[in-house]
């Protein structure tokens, strides 16, 4: 039951019980049923079941005809004591009269009404509103009343008056109902939100989501505090305290605003006395502010979206410095409800006038969209539009999470990483730059082991030794030696020859080479690395025509040598034919040394041996061979090949020319970092990244990479090497040695 139908329900009663004492205390027949009771019985209490239960808002015909056959049942027991033809008779067939044609005329629209929804006739709707207006309670009934008094007290007047009155509070005045329903409406009102404190006024609107509050005391307010305020122009805005920005009159508070939750709104009460724009603190449930993202995450809500932020980028003002640093992730809200991550790249200082010449200093910072993450797939997905102006910037909370193999490295203190495809990154080509120390050959060493885990093979041209001892899992040391003693052998010597081309030892020691790579490519090889250092051979060339049956003989360069290696590599891919997927990786340690740019050679041969190796690098893709090139020296390196690189990874780094060349791959802001990386941080793009922006992250430590990565993927290791005497007939000796020259023909570095 409704509070209103309750409200109903006890009127009625109330009203029977003063009825009852009226009858009782002031008409002279008491409770004793009788003529002088008909206007009790009768008239009052069908009143009452009438116009208080039974239709209190309006009358059906049924209704109607109800009331009509109750009211001459009320006056019938009244003809026996009327005499005929007297005033009485007449008010008593009057009464009648009118009780009938109510009664009759309501059962005459039941019975010739339409169907409902169809159009009723004239007469029909007449007549129908003509017993609904006679038939209502209050009407009918009132008659029946005033009749009662006319025949049984009009000779008493305290009795007629006190009927009357009675009939007036009931049909007109109806006091217990206007008690009631002020009672109810005190019950129904909100319980106001406490307003312990007036915070202050407003000064000004920030528009969108921002106003400035002009506090009204010293009292210091806490980020974090809710607030309603109070607008002329709408309907009360939620506020959370954010910080304060100077003082005028007072101590400026800025705070952000949004649209207040209904379930507040319901409490909401500010007194009308009070002027528009005024702030108030609130206590809010503990649900209630779980619903508030300003509030439920207040600790770490680090600044507000500024101007000048774009779709790639977010400028934001820094409200609390607490846990921001360079490579950071924050985010931000993008449309209803996609949380945005960004990644902190900068910060600078500034200085704006807030109110009355007072200045506002502060930081802002600068941040390149990473995008949504995807839990399912586990990356990030772009979304291409930008935050609101003074939307909540969120630090993300650190975490710790389990180290995970399949990632390349991490963004700091997140669980998000960054996956690492082996495919892109040999077939496009992958560089590693930085400065010494910072962790090249660690990351190169890993990325080595994710290609052989994916059955790629991988050539290394080192001239550390590093990766012979660090990759020494994958190795068999006496089949290396035996094919580095081949390789050495075939190098020694050599003579001068009428071509040049021939003299020296470079012709037979690239036979050598194609030998060696056309085994360790063949499908019967379970070899996946091997590992050559260029400087430890002794290789001669010819470097001009015979003069006199003679010719100086010189020896190849680190260069040279890598060249030979790079081209060989080259030639025997292509035998294989076309491929979409990798199959060789050439990984160029102190690329510097062995692929120099043109201004840095030593030698006028080592440009030429440089362009080799770029073209071998140029044409490889489509064969499935690609390079992986670590260097420390940007500058040094051949642009050719680096252009090539569609993947990189950018270390620290302080030269000028390096971070030119890099801002063309990752941008002035990233590239700008670079300087102030921290070891085993490393700004990632490329194709072989799984995101498509560029990334600062947290690289993996070979102490925790190499365990959990081998328990999934553990060393391929080759069969033990058996030497055995191997007796090459005449006629493959012949189509080794041409295939060989064929190779060496195909060079351009033999000029």
């Keep these: 039951m409704t509070s209103e139908a309750k409200n109903r329900t006890l009127a009625l009663l109330l009203y029977l019980a003063v009825l009852l004492g009226i009858q009782h205390w002031c008409i002279s027949s008491g409770l004793t049923p009788g003529e002088k009771s008909i206007w009790l019985y009768g008239g009052i209490a069908s009143l009452l079941f009438g116009s208080r239960l039974l239709n209190p808002y309006f009358v059906a015909p049924a209704d109607t005809a109800a009331n009509g056959f109750v009211a001459l049942l009320v006056i019938l027991p009244v003809f026996p004591e009327v005499k005929p033809w007297t005033d009485d008779a007449i008010v008593v067939g009057v009464i009648t009269s009118y009780a009938v044609i ?73 006091p217990f109902e206007v008690v009631l329903d002020f009672f109810g409406w005190v019950g129904k009102l909100p319980k106001p939100i406490a307003t312990e404190n007036v915070i202050g006024t407003v000064a000004a609107h920030q528009s969108p989501g921002m106003v400035l509050i002009r506090q009204a005391d010293a009292n210091p307010v806490a980020r974090g505090t809710p607030m309603v305020v109070s607008d002329q122009h709408g309907p009360p805005l939620l506020a959370v305290a954010l910080n304060y920005v100077g003082r005028d009159e007072g101590n400026l508070l800025r705070a952000v605003t949004g649209k207040l939750p209904a379930s507040i709104a319901a409490r909401a009460q500010i007194p009308a006395s009070v002027e528009a724009g005024t702030a108030y603190s609130v206590h809010l449930e503990p649900e209630e502010a779980e619903q508030i993202a300003a509030i439920k995450r207040i600790e770490r809500l680090c600044g507000i979206v500024d101007s000048d932020t774009s779709i790639e980028y977010m400028e934001f003002e820094v409200v609390d410095e607490s846990g921001l640093s360079e490579g950071c992730l924050v985010e931000a809200r993008i449309g209803d409800e996609r949380n945005v991550i960004y990644q902190v790249i900068d910060g600078v200082t500034r200085e704006e006038v807030v109110q009355q010449k007072n200045k506002y200093g502060y930081a802002r910072a600068k941040a390149r969209k990473i995008g949504a993450w995807n839990e399912g797939n586990g990356k990030f997905i772009p979304v291409s539009w930008l935050p609101k102006m003074n939307a909540p910037v969120f630090l993300l909370e650190a975490q710790d999470q389990e180290f995970d193999p399949s990632t390349i490295g991490h963004f700091p203190d997140t669980p998000y990483g960054v996956r690492f495809d082996v495919t892109s990154a040999v077939t496009h080509n992958t560089a590693i730059l930085g400065i010494l120390g910072v962790g090249k050959s660690y990351l190169a060493i890993e990325l080595v082991e994710r290609m052989i885990s994916e059955g790629v093979k991988v050539l290394c041209l080192d001239l550390t030794n590093q990766y012979q001892l660090m990759l020494a899992d994958f190795l068999d040391e006496p089949f290396e030696e035996a094919k580095r003693q081949e390789l050495m052998e075939a190098g020694k010597g050599g003579k001068a020859h009428q071509n040049r081309v021939l003299g020296g030892s470079k012709h037979e020691f690239k036979k050598a080479v194609i030998k060696q790579l056309r085994q360790f490519m063949s499908g019967d090889d379970d070899h996946f690395l091997r590992i050559v250092n260029p400087a430890q051979f002794r290789v001669t060339k010819q470097p001009s025509f015979m003069s006199k049956g003679e010719s100086e003989l010189m020896p190849l360069t680190a260069s040279e040598i890598t060249a030979v290696f790079s081209d060989a590599a080259l030639f025997v891919c292509q035998e294989l034919g076309m491929t979409e997927n990798a199959r060789l990786c050439l990984v160029y340690e102190e690329a510097h040394s062995l692929v120099p740019e043109w201004n840095s050679v030593a030698q006028e041969g080592d440009r030429l041996a440089t362009s080799t190796s770029a073209r071998a690098i140029l044409q490889g893709r489509k064969f499935g061979l690609g390079c992986l090139l670590i260097t420390q020296r940007t500058a040094n390196v051949t642009k050719t090949i680096l252009n090539q690189c569609n993947s990189i990874f950018a270390m620290r780094t302080f030269d000028d020319t390096g971070k030119d060349f890099l801002g063309n791959y990752i941008g002035s802001d990233y590239a700008s970092v670079l300087p102030s990386l921290q070891s085993r941080q490393a700004v990632i793009f490329g194709k072989s990244s799984s995101c498509e922006n560029p990334v600062l992250v947290r690289l993996n430590d070979a102490e925790k990479f190499r365990p959990a990565f081998r328990a999934d993927h553990p060393p391929k290791v080759p069969t033990p090497y058996e030497p055995e005497e191997v007796i090459e007939d005449g006629e493959a000796a012949a189509e080794t040695a041409a295939a060989a020259d064929e190779g060496i023909a195909h060079s351009t570095d033999g000029q």
Excluded at 117 to 141: C, E, S, Y
Excluded at 153 to 165: C, F, G, K, P, S
Aim: net charge positive.
């Design 102 to 174: 109510v009664a009759l005329g309501s059962i005459a629209v039941i019975v010739v009404r339409r169907a409902q929804g169809t159009q009723q006739t004239r007469l029909v709707q007449a007549i129908d509103r003509a017993m609904k207006g006679l038939g209502r309670p209050n009407v009918i009934f009132g008659f029946l009343i005033l009749s009662a008094v006319w025949l049984f007290h009009r000779d008493n007047a305290v009795e007629a008056i006190t009927i009357l009155v009675a009939l007036i509070v009931i049909t007109v005045i109806r």
